[in-house]
């Protein structure tokens, strides 16, 4: 089986599927005072492993991502909803995650690697609810929480190749965006390390804090976690254990905050030296098992953000020229806020208003984006 960070399958009727655990690890607290995070990785769709419980309004900007669709499965038909992945709100329409959260084929092969499952008529949501384990795969159905926001359209990177996934670390390419229907104006987003850090970022030695709603305990192939260890909101402090260019490991040792099934697709945030008055960067995804111990000895390893800015932010920047997405105050990638707090969108819509006052043309809130970036000081790595 391929070792994602994956949510396993409960009880399909038969059984089907399995899950992996997490831990407890220490905490660190972050600028807004929430706990920092941790995590285990066996390998599949994993949860914090030694970390700590996360309220809503820890880490806001996590959420965790719900499949909704009719399974089918040797003569079985029920509608599921189920938590499949944690993910990071980068715009108010726009989720970050893996590849793999959204392909299809990796669930299908998740629960059933003969090929029998299939799901029709799929869709996707984003929620910040801290509990969600009664979303399980093999649950009876349950209504939607009162936050979930439907997402219109999925995009994994296209060089995205499920049966080409490699362990250590590897190119594999496991990222996605997802489009939301409404806009969620509320809540903080997740910053990328688009101006501040570069492709020497992240060392071995690194802080960084994990969230996910992934397994808390490690468990055996076919096994389910235990009841209420898996589909809770965790984090943890963890660290950087190994670097390569296009992936990080996260956690080394057991005792280590780790990630584990569940937690693919969620964020590691990252503390910089920076002028803005957000200090964290959200600069790994959780992707996959460190080797084939899955989640259950060692750190697993996570997408690293800086390799992909330029593709996010040519999909981020297509899906509002297309008309896919409910929200194009900034096109691309937004930046960071500024130093007194000041939001990108708040200067665009203000040169807007200056430009329709005067007369004068508009170059569009997307290259409003960049002069705001190109204003910011240059962030120095936190040693």
């Known amino acids: ?31 807004s005072g929430a706990p920092a995070l941790g995590a285990t990785e066996d390998g599949v769709q994993t949860q914090i492993i030694n970390g700590v419980d996360a309220t809503v309004e820890d880490w806001p900007m996590a959420g965790g991502m719900l499949l909704n669709g009719d399974v089918s499965f040797q003569g079985f038909e029920f509608e599921q909803t189920a938590i499949l992945c944690s993910s990071t709100l980068i715009a108010p329409d726009v989720v970050m995650l893996a590849a793999h959260c959204v392909d299809l084929d990796a669930l299908t092969l998740q629960l059933d690697p003969s090929g029998q499952v ?46 080409r996934i490699q362990l250590g670390l590897a190119n594999n390419k496991d990222i996605a965006l997802l489009f939301l229907e409404t806009p969620i104006l509320d809540v903080p987003l997740g910053y990328l390390p688009v101006a501040e850090t570069t492709e020497t970022e992240i ?54 905050v780790r990630k584990c099934h569940g937690d693919s697709g969620g964020p590691s945030f990252m503390q910089v030296e920076t002028e803005s008055s957000e200090t964290w960067r959200v600069v790994g995804v959780t992707s996959h098992s460190y080797d084939l111990s899955d989640c259950s000895t060692t750190g697993g390893v996570d997408t690293r953000v800086s390799r992909y800015l330029d593709w996010i932010d040519g999909q981020m920047r297509a899906a509002c020229a297309d008309g896919t997405r409910s929200w194009c105050e900034i096109e691309g990638i937004v930046p960071p806020p500024l130093p007194d707090g000041t939001l990108a969108w708040e200067i665009a819509d203000e040169e807007e208003d200056a430009k329709k006052a005067c007369g004068c043309s508009s170059n569009g809130a997307g290259a409003a984006s960049w002069l705001v970036l190109g204003a910011l000081a240059l962030v120095r790595r936190r040693r």
């Open 1 to 31: 089986m391929i070792h994602l960070l994956f949510p396993v399958a409960a009880a399909l009727p038969p059984a089907v599927g399995a899950a992996s655990a997490v831990t407890d690890a220490p905490t660190e607290p972050r600028d």
């Open 118 to 163: 299939s799901i029709e008529n799929p869709e996707f949501y984003w929620t910040r609810r801290k509990n969600l384990s009664m979303y399980q795969l093999g649950a009876p159905p349950t209504n939607l929480p009162e936050d979930a926001v439907r997402a219109v359209k999925a995009v994994m990177h296209e060089e995205f190749d499920l049966f």
């Open 203 to 256: 060392e071995v030695g690194n802080e960084v804090v994990v969230v996910g709603w992934g397994q808390q305990t490690a468990t055996g192939p076919g096994e389910t976690p235990p009841a209420g260890s898996y589909g809770v909101k965790m984090m943890g402090t963890s660290f950087v254990a190994e670097v390569a260019p296009p992936e990080f490991k996260v956690g080394q040792v057991q005792s280590d």
